[in-house]
């Protein structure tokens, strides 16, 4: 089976070039397509690229009072500005601007509204010791949404020219981004298809736009270890489909298990899947184990592997790193692995599992205590009196030290 | 493994009365969910319901000019009005309103947008020899729409409320319903989820609405077959996912693979699934195969049964019934059953594939030629000269005889 990505590689993937109106479900519409894809690459590229020296301002008029740090909700409360670039099968990309934080007016068959023609992006803005915004590897949310948008026939872009204009929206509205380890200014790039037709086939037109909200601590009085549920009634991923990607449609499913879960008391669902259980993300978190190695008594940091099941995450890659750099070194093995639940729960039931964790953009890292399984509840290692484990303090600690910029390292970037 | 359909008739699915904010991910949002699902059905039923008394209209000061009819786009150009139903979690159901077609304004922050909160249906008004307009079981498309929104957290309704106030619609925009067999008023009754806030949880605020779209035949010459390429690299829904809801979210990641069939020379792709590569759907249709069974020669109208891998279509609900009624005394049997590429491959072969085709509300019936599996092309037993096969054509005449009141039948409803 070839991945989506193997055919990209070999330019099997068609260039999204494709004519305004593609009315898949009529007669005519092989031959729009055929006419679509014989565009040459020659053609394709006379398409204007997403280029940041065109880029805009319109400052606001009316200026956001900023909401004492204390008082933020996450993605409540948005900054003065917002970044917009439009982009057209004819013409590609538009020229971007900055302007004041504003609604959308949009025609109710704008296809966004009826196919989750969207994807997007979260990612966050640190102010440092000096007063300085950083980014925490931007590269890799830019690559990650391109990958989205091309699943979903929407068009790529150029990354830095991206992360260029984002930091001018950051700067711009700095007055946003709040002090002190734990808060930031969360950024959601966000592209959407903006044709205004029913045919089901690939957006003649698009919008990517990046809205700005200061964010406080996930835990603002500390680690506060969650308890999951096993979800065993809804499949959120399967090989060969989307899940690996952050698109909307991955999102709005999400919502009744967790409900499921919280009408039970705990906090998030554990997703498993397939036969064997296998334990994939939590939430929308990927999923950490760190356990004793039967056998040898090796401690392990175990992270499910990407097989299209998990969203690639950021925050998972940094802790991999991380892992393999510090934890190694100390005799750890860092495996990305598939494990079963009945792993989980051997494991548990025999003292070895050490620690369990979620981690996302969000939280950093999220300690997990229960797990309720097939009616039992699975403990994961912490002590009574213990919200953290040592693996998810240490890596709360080393990558908010990069992201606050306490320790230099090449995953800041400096706006 | 329990579907979400047992669970809610056990009544163990929330009531989606949540508050309007809801950070799934802070730390205190466990306590929100208990406090909204300790909500007594009692409380929840002083929710306002939809209530077609309520509907208010307001007409266009500047109509349209009406399309000529064979110029018609599917879903391009749209009526004079449209139909809007706001829903918070405080209130439930607002008072419902007509008013000219027109653009929304919405916050870019709006759930719609991101995690895609929308699910949809598509059904179609037609005008019969009196001039009468009629729709077609729209009980099914209301009642898989409150299918669709539950799944995705998003509220339910009175489907014969909302029947009648799509019917108030039509008769103003009656203009745009053109005359004669093929042609009809698209109707897309939509459902979104409009909260302004980027925390991942069920949507305080949605926003029910139908707009309305004049279309031409499927096929304005008469059918045209069309030839199929079997995806074997991408899969668009699995057990335990959302692939059996009319969710946004099942339509975006189908058009590559749709985008790639094209580049071949396919009109569409079809899903095979797992291992066994069971045929699932064709492109957005579903699917029917008649074949000669190879003992006993008795003829077999299969499709694929309703195992959460395909959409439960009214097209493939009225053809199963319309084959088990006159079909069936002819000698016909009539199954829903799984059924392996290789078994229509071997039919194909022996000369006992009779025919292929998708079935929707757009076409009814898409008679298929060719389907390319693995390097070969399996003809589906049409002969050259034809574009149709037998039991295809006689379903399109069955169910238009019953669309334009030629046959009166329960499954017409005149508005």
Redesign the interface.
């Known amino acids: 089976?070839?991945?989506?990505q193997q055919?990209a590689r070999r330019g099997?993937?068609?260039r999204y070039t494709?004519p305004r109106?593609m009315?898949?479900?009529?007669?005519g519409?092989?031959r729009l397509?055929?006419r679509s894809?014989s565009q040459t690459p020659a053609a394709a590229s006379q398409l204007a690229a997403l280029d940041a020296s065109k880029l805009s301002i319109t400052k606001t008029t009316t200026p956001k009072e900023v909401i004492p740090p204390k008082e933020l909700?996450?993605?409540?409360t948005?900054t003065d500005h917002?970044l917009c670039i439009e982009w057209t099968a004819e013409d590609g990309w538009h020229e971007p601007r900055i302007t004041p934080?504003q609604?959308?007016?949009?025609?109710?068959?704008t296809c966004?509204?009826?196919?989750?023609?969207?994807c997007?992006e979260g990612m966050k803005a640190y102010k440092d010791k000096n007063g300085q915004v950083r980014l925490f590897r931007p590269d890799k949310n830019m690559a990650r949404l391109n990958k989205s948008s091309?699943?979903?026939?929407l068009p790529n872009f150029d990354g830095e020219a991206l992360i260029k204009m984002m930091g001018e929206m950051v700067k711009l509205d700095s007055r946003f981004v709040p002090e002190g380890r734990g808060y930031s200014l969360?950024l959601?790039p966000?592209m959407?298809?903006t044709q205004k037709?029913?045919?089901?086939?690939?957006p003649g037109s698009a919008l990517l736009?990046v809205?700005a909200?200061p964010v406080g601590p996930?835990?603002?009085?500390g680690f506060?270890a969650i308890s999951l549920e096993a979800t065993?009634?809804?499949?959120?991923a399967?090989?060969?489909?989307?899940g690996d990607k952050k698109?909307?449609?991955?999102?709005?499913?999400?919502?009744?298990p967790?409900?499921?879960a919280?009408?039970r008391?705990f906090?998030?669902n554990l997703w498993l899947f397939g036969e064997e259980e296998y334990v994939t993300e939590s939430?929308?978190m990927n999923l950490f184990i760190a356990v004793k190695n039967k056998e040898t008594g090796q401690k392990e940091l175990v992270t499910p592997p990407l097989d299209g099941t998990i969203l690639e995450g950021v925050t998972r890659d940094s802790i991999l790193g991380l892992a393999r750099e510090r934890l190694v070194p100390k005799g750890w093995a860092v495996s990305e692995r598939k494990m079963r639940m009945s792993e989980v729960v051997e494991a548990s039931e025999e003292g070895r599992l050490l620690e369990v964790f979620g981690a996302g953009t969000?939280?950093i890292v999220s300690p997990v205590r229960k797990i309720s399984y097939k009616g039992n509840l699975v403990d994961c290692g912490l002590k009574e009196n213990e919200e953290a484990g040592e693996i998810a303090l240490s890596m709360k600690n080393w990558i908010e030290d990069i992201q606050y910029g306490d320790e230099e390292h090449q995953w800041s970037y400096r706006v």
């Open positions: 089976m070839k991945s989506l055919l099997a993937l068609p494709a109106a009315p898949l479900n009529r007669s519409a092989n397509w055929q894809f909700v996450f993605g409540k948005f917002m934080y609604n959308f007016s949009m025609d109710p068959a966004v509204f009826h196919y989750a023609f969207e997007f091309a699943r979903i026939a969360y959601r966000t959407i298809g037709t029913l045919g089901v086939g690939p736009f809205i909200s996930y835990y603002p009085t506060k065993d009634y809804a499949v959120r399967w090989p060969g489909g989307v698109l909307g449609a991955n999102y709005a499913p999400c919502v009744v967790q409900l499921q919280s009408s008391g906090q998030q939430g929308t969000a939280a």
